[in-house]
């Protein structure tokens, strides 16, 4: 069982964890020291290398860090860094963790995190403890190494507070060892007052030979120490390194020097910035479902953060499939466990059964025709989605289509995941293989085609930010309400291209997650009703740059769009309406304040 510190200051110490590397040691010895230990999942790339590929090695790492998740006093930091810079991002998260020591392991993560300057050692935000192993958490015997300074205090806490059987502390000074030097006379009435220290003074020159001499017998050696570049090229100066390398026992050299973290550069300035940014944001806040399939480990992150969670189905005339989408769902994520608090059908006014078959499964269904009728009627999903957040009660708010023929639970406990693992995360795209019918044969990956022909082309052109999304258009997300009743809804096939835009206008791409669910097979629609789905997803994308420029591009003559039809007396054209129109956020309707008044009150 792992103690609690009784003698220290440390509220918080960081670990970074790298992959294939057990920081098991660091972990423990962090536990005797702090109440609360913070893994961070750090994986250095090249500068030449692209990030994106290291998608895979974070998830894996995400695994090993799993297991060290469960052990007491424990939590990791939701999002892996992968960077060419990771010193950098080990700078940014102790600026946002704000821990009291980080534990650096010497010298292969110094190395591997680049941190092999003095400057960036120093810069760091925190005090710092560099372990070269073997480093007990319940060390017996321990030499604390003092000579005075500004890292004294620091390394005679952590000393007390791994609460050794005997606690050397060796003062070497000049003249015979006489403690009169104003750094160490600070301490000197605490050494007094802990019997349990054993004072040894040292007097004479060869600083390293000394505690060599009387580092035999000891579990553990600390000693502070200043990063500078030494005559010699070494990082520590020329005692502290020796010690590093020689000293018979485990060792801890600690650093106390605190400066502020530095401010975060803009990634967003430039063509290389702009690639760095979305192969990083690729690399880590890309998911597979199959890291949230413990629904007992996601049931109590939910029940930890108290939300609540709503899965609302639109739906128009899917008899065939909706039955068996709410059957396996509510059988898996709400008999099981106890994940979801609801399940809400929005229907556009179904000709076949689909309602019925609905409620039969126990879903709660509405026509979304039907709903805030003083606004009026429209047609498309978008208007449904708008809807549901009227008529479900959850935090977080998941949809998925009901035309999944392969339904699985993880089409839900994929996109829920990310949100429960990481508050930062506002919204989680799905996506997957889609395999596309061709006659009797199904070609693999061949759907999507409106994805890769339209939006993402799009995306990249105007909003690059968004370019690493696997499929924008994907109908399986889920989003915090929070978010969600900020931001307005298209009615049409573009609400999913503009909750992508308005997201990350309001919140930063790092707001944004995804997912893969693996393979999804559903029907697929004719090229005609592509063409309509394209033509919808492009004004929603000029919409949103005639925001941003405040420039209009489009009039209404150019929302209608001219199919070509062919008959037996050949070709001919053929009007249709088809413009894309937004719903408002809808925390601005009264309705919806009524039956969320502390949402409406926040929002007045």
């Known amino acids: 069982m792992t103690r609690r510190p009784l003698f220290s200051s440390l509220q918080r110490v960081l670990v970074p964890v790298l992959r294939g590397r057990s920081p098991l040691e660091s972990v423990r010895l962090a536990q005797a020291l702090t109440a609360e230990t913070v893994l961070l999942g750090v994986i250095p790339v090249a500068e030449e290398e692209t990030v994106s590929r290291a998608a895979g090695d974070a998830r894996r790492l995400r695994g090993e860090m799993r297991q060290l998740d469960l052990l007491p006093q424990t939590r990791m930091c939701p999002r892996v860094r992968v960077s060419a810079y990771p010193w950098a991002e080990l700078r940014e998260v102790i600026g946002t963790e ?66 050794p059987e005997q606690l050397d502390v060796l003062h070497i000074g000049p003249g015979g060892g006489s403690p009169t030097d104003d750094p160490y006379r600070g301490l000197e009435r605490v050494l007094g007052a802990l019997p349990q220290v054993n004072v040894i003074r040292r007097g004479g020159e060869n600083v390293a030979g000394t505690i060599l001499e009387m580092a035999p017998g000891h579990d553990l050696l600390l000693m502070g120490v200043s990063a500078r570049l030494g005559s010699e090229g070494v990082l520590l100066g020329p005692i502290a390194e020796e010690m590093m390398r020689q000293a018979p026992c485990g060792v801890i050299s600690l650093m106390a020097e605190r400066r502020q973290p530095a401010v975060p550069y803009d990634a967003r300035v430039g063509a290389r910035a702009i690639s760095i940014l979305v192969d990083k944001w690729f690399a880590e806040n890309t998911f597979s479902s199959d890291e949230f399939a413990d629904l007992e480990r996601l049931l109590a992150l939910k029940q930890a953060q108290g939300v609540t969670i709503s899965l609302a189905l639109p ?48 879903a709660r269904v509405y026509v979304h025709q039907d709903l805030l009728p003083d606004y009026g009627a429209r047609a498309g999903k978008g208007e449904a989605l708008w809807k549901s957040l009227l008529v479900t009660r959850g935090d977080i708010i998941a949809w998925i289509d009901t035309d999944i023929v392969n339904i699985h639970p993880r089409f839900v406990y994929g996109i829920i995941g990310p949100l429960l693992l990481d508050p930062r995360v506002q919204l989680v795209k799905g996506f997957y293989r889609r395999p596309l019918r061709v006659g009797d044969k199904i070609q693999v990956g061949g759907g999507g085609r409106v994805t890769e022909l339209a939006a993402r082309p799009l995306l990249n052109l105007f909003y690059p930010e968004l370019s690493g999304i696997v499929q924008p258009l994907s109908g399986e997300y889920a989003g915090r309400r929070s978010s969600l009743e900020q931001v307005p809804f298209f009615s049409g096939y573009g609400v999913e291209t503009g909750l992508l835009i308005d997201i990350l206008d309001r919140f930063g791409l790092s707001a944004i997650a995804q997912v893969d669910l693996m393979e999804r097979i559903h029907h697929n629609q004719p090229l005609e009703a592509l063409g309509k789905m394209s033509f919808s997803i492009i004004q929603v994308v000029v919409s949103r740059l005639e925001a941003r420029t405040g420039q209009p591009m489009l009039d209404e003559v150019n929302k209608s769009m001219k199919m070509i039809r062919h008959n037996r007396r050949g070709f001919f054209l053929e009007v249709e309406e088809i413009a894309e129109l937004d719903r408002p956020p809808m925390i601005h309707i009264p309705e919806y304040q009524k039956r969320n008044p502390s949402n409406g009150e926040s929002a007045a």
């Open 98 to 163: 704000a821990p009291d020591l980080t534990l650096l392991e010497w010298p292969d993560q110094v190395v591997a995190l680049g941190l092999g300057h003095p400057e960036k050692l120093t810069e760091l935000g925190c005090d710092l403890a560099l372990i070269r192993g073997p480093v007990p958490d319940s060390p017996q015997r321990v030499l604390v190494a003092l000579r005075g300074g500004p890292n004294a205090e620091l390394v005679l806490r952590l000393a007390l507070a791994l609460r």
């Open 315 to 362: 739906a128009l005339n899917e008899e065939e499939t909706v039955g068996k989408v709410i059957r396996t769902v509510r059988r898996a994520l709400m008999d099981d466990v106890p994940l979801l608090d609801e399940i809400v059908l929005l229907d556009s006014a179904s000709a076949d059964r689909t309602r019925e078959i609905a409620a039969q499964e126990g």
